[in-house]
């Protein structure tokens, strides 16, 4: 249902003062995350999540490394497997383990963006900063509906289809075509008071969505691409102890860790080498 309802060409016009909530989850999202915000966020998915803290069973030990799997590359988690006894789960080391979560928090990102995007407006929503409105289906009058329809802990399902219930606005939305649901619309004024900054990278808050260390090797590559592009991994790692110590000189990253970010570097250009 989520798919269908974001292509565009399903939504309702925007009409007067009002813009449809569809747009407006992108008008937000630009806001916050500038270039970053590419509007596949809404329908984009979970790739999963790590049982980071023991006690750890055989089954959370086993989806950990399905995980590690699918998110590394074969060939630094093949001599894992072989060395591991039959029947047993597999046991990353450090430098995978921190390529995997790397790359696990990269591929989460674009759904953390949207989460973010989404409880800010529904935060405006309910303070009332954000006027609401709906319309019927088939089209007519733009009406506002009150604060107290914004009133419950779980609203997401709004987002999903752009419609609400108006006779039964807390019930979840299972099928998006029924005749009994209206568009649900903003008010365009109120919107753009409230967008924190439009296209401002800067501006960006920092969010669960990335770490420091995956912006930290995020910016390194920007900032050196030719130097690791044209450098063998210990150089690469060498430079990156010496740039996290000027940004972080409190902060002592473990030796593991920074050749995951080295190797990570490097894969990349392996893989522009390949193409």
Not at 64 to 92: C, E, G, K, M, Q
Not at 254 to 267: D, F, G, I, Q, S
């Amino acid at each position: 249902m989520a798919n269908k309802f974001w292509a565009e060409a399903n939504w309702p016009i925007d009409f007067g003062s009002h813009r449809f909530l569809g747009r407006a989850v992108h008008d937000m999202g630009r806001a916050l995350f500038g270039h970053e915000w590419t509007e596949n966020e809404p329908t984009s998915e979970f790739a999963g999540t790590f049982k980071r803290t023991p006690p750890f069973t055989r089954d959370d030990q086993w989806a950990n490394w399905r995980l590690v799997d699918r998110l590394v590359p074969n060939h630094f988690t093949h001599p894992i497997r072989r060395a591991t006894r039959i029947n047993s789960p597999p046991i990353p080391s450090s430098e995978v383990w921190t390529m995997a979560s790397i790359e696990l928090e990269k591929r989460n990102a674009p759904r953390r963006r949207y989460e973010t995007v989404r409880n800010e407006l529904l935060r405006l929503f309910q303070s009332g900063k954000i006027q609401t409105a709906t319309r019927r289906h088939e089209g007519g009058e733009i009406s506002k509906i009150a604060r107290w329809h914004w009133n419950s802990e779980d609203l997401t399902y709004r987002f999903e289809c752009g419609k609400m219930d108006l006779h039964n606005p807390f019930a979840p939305v299972e099928d998006y075509t029924s005749p009994s649901l209206d568009w649900i619309f903003v008010d365009a004024e109120d919107l753009r008071s409230n967008l924190p900054s439009i296209f401002a990278a800067a501006a960006k808050p920092r969010g669960p969505y990335q770490s420091d260390i995956l912006r930290f090797v995020i910016s390194f590559n920007d900032e050196h691409s030719d130097f690791v592009q044209s450098s063998n991994k210990k150089d690469v790692q060498n430079r990156l102890f010496e740039e996290w110590r000027v940004r972080y000189p409190g902060v002592t990253l473990p030796p593991e860790t920074e050749k995951a970010m080295a190797v990570v570097l490097r894969l990349g250009k392996a893989e522009r080498t390949r193409c």
